[in-house]
């Protein structure tokens, strides 16, 4: 909205120049979202303990403590980010950019899945929510659907095409059926972060961090030159997706504000689902759906210990783990909750770096 108003004054006002520069609206976003999450957290959290009672619904079946420490903290904390993110992008990206809009419809898709969901565990004081068929009936169509807008926005020599990390030639044709692709990435991802919520600020932080990473990625792969001089395949207009991860990262920061141990609030399903979406819409748009398995490979292990979890328990009566997903499996073996959190924020940071290791090595 910013730049629609405002760019067309800096014929008369040069220092409105700085809304034309996609850093100087991405910095912007990014302290906005930061703000409002800061002064809306307390008064939401009240009005969610008012609401929910006795908060949100604890797992019989998890780890014991959580139902001595964490019994009765609100649920539905995603909305102390899609608020901030969602206005923060509406005041500070390029509203004309298709990618822009492709990414909130993501966003506001799976934030509406999730408060669903939350709302039904909430009200039934259940921890089951929506069945799982339509669950993922939901986040595929969502996936297939975003995928298939996204493809329409590209150049005929992009669309429809796989990139493979580190070659910088190859690119696998797909065709109309890369929408199975990209729906499963987006689908996928927006799984993976609502497997790794388990623990206060497990989720966020690497969420941000594989943000931050794309935020580099969208804005290189969106600007001819850089693009060139890395040899990166060059997608128009993916460049304002850095202005959208800003605000991302500056909701997330607001948020893990109220959600550090111990937190005052969980984000839920209402937040889980569509950060993931989101992280999986911008990788497909970008052309780099391979990267986001590396650079969020934390999401990938902990989906994986879950399914290997469930395939061993049907088909041999055991369990490999102790718990899934993984995180809790270190809590039963006695690790404490900030050593297991810090230790994965770790393991998310030596990934987003090896993430971007790609850009170069070509």
């Known amino acids: 909205m910013l730049p629609y108003l405002l760019v067309p004054l800096a014929s008369d006002i040069s220092a409105l120049n700085v809304f034309r520069y996609i850093t100087f609206r991405a910095g912007g976003a990014m302290i906005t979202a930061l703000l409002i999450g800061f002064l809306l957290g307390p008064p939401l959290i009240r009005w969610l303990k008012v609401k929910q009672g006795k908060g949100q619904p604890i797992r019989a079946d998890g780890p014991q403590r959580h139902i001595l420490e964490k019994q009765g903290t609100p649920t539905m904390g995603g909305l102390l980010i899609l608020i901030p993110l969602i206005a923060a992008t509406l005041l500070w990206a390029d509203l004309f950019n298709a990618y822009t809009w492709i990414v909130l419809f993501v966003v506001v898709s799976y934030g509406l899945l999730g408060f669903a969901d939350d709302y039904l565990k909430v009200s039934k004081r259940s921890p089951k929510g929506l069945s799982g068929r339509l669950r993922l009936a939901v986040e595929f169509g969502v996936g297939f659907v975003a995928t298939y807008l996204l493809i329409l926005q590209e150049e005929p020599l992009l669309a429809g095409m796989l990139s493979i990390p580190f070659l910088k ?17 987006i689908a996928g991802a927006c799984n993976a972060v609502n497997f790794t919520d388990g623990l206060d600020g497990l989720a ?6 594989a943000a931050g990473t794309f935020v580099l990625i969208a804005y290189l792969v969106g600007n001819i030159k850089f693009a060139d001089y890395l040899q990166l395949h060059y997608v128009a207009g993916t460049g304002e997706l850095a202005v959208f991860l800003s605000a991302l990262i500056g909701a997330g920061l607001g948020f893990l504000w109220y959600n ?19 992280l999986g819409a911008v990788a497909v748009a970008v052309k780099h759906e391979i990267v986001l398995a590396i650079v969020g490979g934390l999401f990938v292990f902990e ?46 940071v030596v990934l987003a770096l090896v993430g971007l290791s790609t850009l170069k090595l070509r």
């Not at 966020?204 to 961090?209: A, E, G, T």
């Open 169 to 185: 030639a190859i690119l696998v044709p797909f065709g109309m059926w890369f929408i199975l692709i990209g729906g499963f990435v």
């Open 260 to 278: 550090a141990p111990p937190a005052m609030v969980f984000m839920g399903d209402t937040g889980s689902l569509p950060l993931g979406g989101a």
């Open 204 to 209: 966020i932080v690497p969420v941000m961090i």
């Open 303 to 348: 989906t994986i210990s879950v399914i290997v979890q469930v395939a061993s328990f049907k088909l041999t009566g055991k369990r490999v783990f102790r718990m899934a997903p993984i995180h809790h499996h270190y809590e039963q073996i006695g690790w404490h909750e900030p050593t297991i959190v810090i230790r994965f924020w770790i393991i998310a």
